[in-house]
């Protein structure tokens, strides 16, 4: 990638759809493309870089999360488009892109997408990155990773993975192609006070130096977030709600985010007689204004990379009960710091742990105090400087 004004265009299933992937894509993107801290001038290599996202469809007007305004958006289908009937199609209305547009790093932000990109490298030379969003023992309903992974191994530029374990994981299968591997977090998200939070006592500095509001010990909100998919586990959450709720009057479950099994969730929430205690809020817009409203985050997915919404929550000083699923959980929260890690999809035990914080407010502020621990390694100027790095590595 000699070339003085490098093209880096984000490769993305649908980059209006809200989930983790989405989020994270889109605030690499701001940043690679010049969006900075209030007050922080953009280096010279961001004000020359061209960034842009491609999508292979968009289902909403507008991204999920909002993209810096010098960000290009392309489509390869004017609507939403399945089928593994339509790959050789697609393969060619990316290699038109690649060509039309100049792009000269493609950005992979699912390694499924590493099927159609990996064609166009060999056509067109672009430098292609695989980036892994899952952990590497999974296979999250999509076969083709099966055939997607060991493909990327010998033929990608670079992969990036979100932990040390799947970095290990990718080295060992690496042949003599040798792509560079990198393990890049995902960062915790920038936190400004609300305009009502007047006292600085409120008011504590993340490791980046960002204003953070303070913790509230009297909400009486759990909150869970993610789409409402298999991976994520809610009708495992709404066996341990059947558990917890009726001993804990007051408190309220609500769980952001949309997906195919809302009809099936919401059965067996009724069925459970939870109906008006958890609460389906569906895409939500101001996540912030949840997340401070909220005493308690709860995950329980089967399987993650590394989750978003623990990064996330880490950054409100929220208290966390999580499955210990692989991978990600473990990296963020350490067991009863600053909250609780319990085995994968044991019902009981994440009923006992999210039961005793619920009756222990001294608790859940000591977990809340110790919410920045170990946050520095997710610093947004940290993991963007990583993937400079890595751009610079691969001209």
Request: glycine content about 8%.
């Amino acid at each position: 990638m000699s070339v003085r004004n490098p093209h880096i265009a984000f490769f993305s299933g649908d980059i209006t759809r809200s989930g983790g992937t989405e989020r994270v894509g889109s605030a690499i993107a701001n940043a690679l493309a010049g969006g900075h801290a209030p007050g922080t001038p953009a280096t010279g290599a961001t004000q020359s870089r061209r960034v842009s996202v491609i999508s292979l469809f968009e289902e909403h007007d507008r991204p999920a999360y909002p993209l810096e305004p010098t960000i290009a958006r392309f489509t390869l289908y004017p609507r939403p488009a399945h089928g593994v009937w339509r790959y050789p199609v697609t393969c060619t209305r990316l290699l038109r892109m690649v060509r039309r547009e100049r792009i000269d790093v493609l950005i992979d932000i699912d390694g499924i997408l590493d099927m159609y990109a990996l064609p166009v490298r060999r056509l067109t030379g672009v430098r292609v990155v695989s980036w892994e969003h899952f952990n590497m023992m999974t296979n999250p309903g999509v076969p083709y990773r099966r055939i997607t992974r060991p493909w990327a191994a010998r033929s990608a530029d670079a992969i990036v993975t979100l932990t040390e374990t799947d970095r290990r994981m990718v080295e060992h299968s690496v042949g003599k192609h040798r792509p560079i591997v990198r393990c890049i977090p995902n960062p915790m998200p920038d936190i400004e006070p609300t305009a009502e939070v007047e006292p600085v006592a409120n008011v504590v500095s993340t490791p980046g130096g960002e204003p953070h509001i303070a913790y509230d010990a009297d909400s009486r909100i759990i909150l869970s977030a993610g789409r409402l998919t298999a991976q994520k586990g809610f009708d495992l959450l709404v066996e341990v709600a059947a558990r917890v709720l009726p001993d804990h009057p007051g408190w309220r479950w609500l769980i952001a985010g949309e997906g195919e099994e809302r009809a099936m969730l919401e059965r067996r929430i009724a069925r459970a007689g939870l109906r008006d205690r958890v609460v389906l809020l569906g895409r939500i817009d101001d996540m912030d204004g949840l997340y401070r409203r909220a005493a308690v985050f709860v995950l329980t997915s089967r399987y993650e990379g590394l989750p978003m919404v623990l990064l996330e929550a880490k950054a409100r000083r929220l208290p966390i009960v999580g499955f210990d699923c692989p991978t990600g959980p473990a990296d963020i929260v350490t067991d009863g710091v600053n909250g609780d890690l319990v085995p994968a999809g044991d019902v009981p035990a994440m009923a006992a742990r999210l039961g005793r914080l619920l009756d222990d407010p001294v608790r859940r502020r000591r977990y809340a105090g110790h919410a920045l621990d170990g946050a520095a390694r997710f610093d947004r100027a940290t993991i963007v400087a990583q993937w400079e790095r890595l751009l610079e590595d691969l001209r």
